[in-house]
């Protein structure tokens, strides 16, 4: 397994998770990470993304202001800490790197 999420759960409207992503050295050293989402009967959708270093992170309109994601290459880990959550951010949520992806985890707000 190369990359493994977690951190996911129920919370309750303008509450707080944080995710996160733990990855191989090979999958994680040197790439950009992202977090996307997908929810049932939709497509998976881009939430976010940070560079190798660190230095530039870039967020969906949907989710700026609310998310933040960072990472710590000592800990191959990459994490996203969502804020003022809506039941519209209810999905499974994927950590990516190139063609590698997690397994997802669940993140359901309820209203």
């Known amino acids: 397994v190369q990359m493994v999420e977690s951190g996911g759960g129920l919370v309750q409207t303008g509450g707080s998770l944080k995710l996160s992503c733990t990855a191989s050295?090979?999958?994680?050293?040197?790439?950009?990470m992202g977090w996307f989402r997908q929810s049932p009967g939709t497509e998976r959708e881009w939430v976010s993304a940070v560079t190798w270093t660190g230095g530039g992170t870039f967020y969906a309109d949907s989710v700026k202001g609310r998310f933040t994601i960072s990472r710590d290459n000592a800990k191959n880990t990459v994490y996203l800490q969502m804020n003022s959550l809506k039941p519209d951010d209810t999905a499974v949520y994927y950590c990516?790197?190139?063609?590698?992806w997690g397994q997802g985890t669940q993140v359901t707000v309820s209203s």
């Open positions: 990516q790197s190139g063609d590698s």
């Open positions: 050295e090979r999958t994680f050293s040197g790439h950009n």
